[in-house]
Each structure stands twice: as C-alpha cells, then as structure tokens.
C-alpha cells in the first residue's frame, strides 16, 4: 500500500511537527526542548536553537530502498511528539522490521541509550555472517 510522503511526513495526531517547514526554519528553544527532547535536553552538550527541519532527508531520492531486501529493526517512540507513533508503526511494518516500543520522545538515544544500544546488538547480531 503506498502512501503519500505527505501523508507520512506532516503533521498527524499527537504531532507538534510544523506543516510547512523548510530547512533553516526556526523553533524557539522551549519548543524544541518539548517536541524533539521530550522536556529532556541533552546532556553534556548547550541546547541550541540549530534546527534545519527535515530538509535532505525527506528531498533526496534514493535509488533503492534498503529495507525492500534487507533486515530491518525500528525502535517506535510512543511518545513522540515530531513523528506520531502510528506513522511510526507503519513504516515499521512496511519495512518488515523488528519492531521495539517503548514510551520515550523524538531523542530515544537521549532517554534510553541502553535500550537503543541493545537494539543495535540485536541487529548486528542478526546480520553477522
């Protein structure tokens, strides 16, 4: 089933992503801290206002999509606040790729690292050969 980018990309329910956005837009800090860092900024490095929105990643085309012929694993942020986890979900199951949830905002890496650090040893675990 395809779906327009559109439909992926914008704003959905229980998304604060801003329809329209373009690379160099800015958001002030405090809504950044909320929609990207779930109210958790990052540690050890300044909160700044450097936000290029989606840019390149939703412009360039890519020539084949990885996930059509190789294993994939997603981590599905329930609470976030940028992508909404059912968009989440269904780029997931597109893809076909082992799927973890857990209640955590746009910066997974941020609120639980051990978590993302154990997905990535699944995959890379998986895919050794």
Do not use: C, Y
């Amino acid at each position: 089933m395809a779906v327009p980018l559109g439909r992926i990309t914008g704003p959905g329910p229980g998304s604060l992503a801003t329809p329209g956005r373009r690379p160099g837009d800015r958001r002030t800090d405090a809504l950044r801290l909320r929609v990207d860092a779930g109210g958790h900024p990052p540690r050890g490095a300044p909160w700044t206002n450097q936000d290029d929105g989606p840019g390149a990643a939703l412009e360039e085309k890519a020539a084949t999509a990885a996930w059509k012929t190789k294993p994939s694993w997603d981590i599905v942020t329930t609470r976030d606040l940028n992508i909404p986890a059912a968009v989440q979900r269904f780029m997931a199951k597109r893809a076909h790729a082992h799927t973890t949830e857990v209640a955590a905002s746009h910066s997974v890496a941020v609120s639980h690292p051990h978590l993302v650090a154990d997905v990535i040893e699944q995959a890379a675990h998986a895919t050794v050969h």
